[in-house]
């Protein structure tokens, strides 16, 4: 029997800061105008997992049922359940987001439920964030940023797509008619901000909290 030391990466009581602090987005909440089109927020510091296993694994797909609450979805797929999120990533991949400090106990919760399976549970909550991003005119602001078809007949809600965005890339999430989100790699977030107020200004952008 092997054993697996699952390193807990927030340690309770930190002062933890999301990949878009340095850049002051914390400091606009509330500053936009009452006009704005399109409103954003960062769902920062929450726990990022990424799985892998065998998808067509009915074992495999009740272990992962049993530790989430979460079917397993298919090619492109994303299901919700309040703030936890399940996303297919590839063939044998998908990405668990749950509420911030949660993480830790989400992949004890899996590692036990997938105890004599192949299947791997990496924790990469520092390594990107999510913008999210409400408004009817937020598909607009996607389509100049985006070559991927975002029209609904293409993009329904419970999609989410891994794609190319101005000049580096992300996945998109659309999560309700009128909300998307951007799942960003902190080391692009910088750009994705700046580039967002740019896309955004013809629209108006408020920050929210």
Same mark, same amino acid.
């Given at each position: 029997? /092997?054993?697996?030391?699952?390193? =807990? &990466?927030?340690?309770?009581?930190?002062? !933890?800061?999301?990949?878009? %602090?340095?850049?002051?987005?914390?400091?606009?909440?509330?500053?936009?105008?009452?006009?704005?089109? #399109?409103?954003?927020?960062? =769902? =920062?510091?929450?726990?990022?997992?990424?799985?892998?296993?065998?998808?067509?694994?009915?074992? %495999?797909? *009740?272990?992962?049922?049993?530790?989430?609450?979460?079917?397993?979805? /298919?090619?492109? *797929?994303?299901?919700?359940?309040?703030?936890?999120?399940? &996303? +297919?990533?590839?063939?044998?991949?998908?990405?668990? #987001?749950?509420? /911030?400090?949660?993480?830790? !106990?989400?992949?004890?919760?899996?590692?036990?439920?997938?105890? *004599?399976?192949?299947?791997?549970?990496?924790?990469?909550?520092? *390594?990107?964030? #999510?913008?999210?991003?409400?408004?009817?005119?937020?598909?607009?602001?996607?389509?100049? /940023?985006?070559?991927?078809?975002?029209?609904?007949?293409?993009?329904?809600?419970?999609?989410?797509?891994?794609?190319?965005?101005?000049?580096?890339?992300?996945?998109?999430?659309?999560?309700?008619?009128?909300? +998307?989100?951007?799942?960003?790699?902190?080391?692009?977030?910088?750009?994705?901000?700046? +580039?967002?107020?740019?896309?955004?200004?013809?629209?108006?952008?408020?920050? =929210?909290?």
């Amino acid at each position: 029997m /092997s054993t697996v030391n699952v390193y =807990k &990466q927030r340690p309770d009581a930190a002062h !933890a800061q999301s990949p878009l %602090f340095h850049a002051g987005l914390h400091e606009l909440v509330g500053k936009g105008k009452n006009t704005a089109a #399109i409103n954003v927020r960062e =769902k =920062k510091l929450l726990g990022h997992l990424t799985l892998r296993g065998d998808g067509h694994d009915t074992a %495999f797909a *009740g272990a992962v049922y049993k530790a989430t609450a979460l079917e397993l979805p /298919s090619a492109l *797929g994303l299901v919700i359940n309040g703030e936890t999120s399940l &996303q +297919w990533l590839g063939p044998d991949e998908w990405l668990l #987001i749950v509420p /911030s400090g949660e993480e830790f !106990a989400a992949e004890q919760r899996l590692r036990d439920a997938l105890t *004599g399976q192949h299947h791997q549970v990496v924790n990469v909550s520092g *390594g990107q964030t #999510i913008l999210e991003l409400s408004g009817a005119t937020v598909r607009e602001m996607l389509m100049k /940023s985006t070559t991927y078809d975002v029209h609904p007949r293409n993009f329904p809600v419970g999609k989410a797509v891994g794609t190319t965005f101005a000049k580096t890339q992300l996945v998109i999430r659309r999560t309700g008619d009128d909300t +998307w989100e951007l799942l960003v790699r902190r080391s692009f977030s910088d750009y994705i901000w700046l +580039w967002l107020q740019d896309a955004c200004a013809e629209f108006g952008l408020a920050v =929210k909290a």
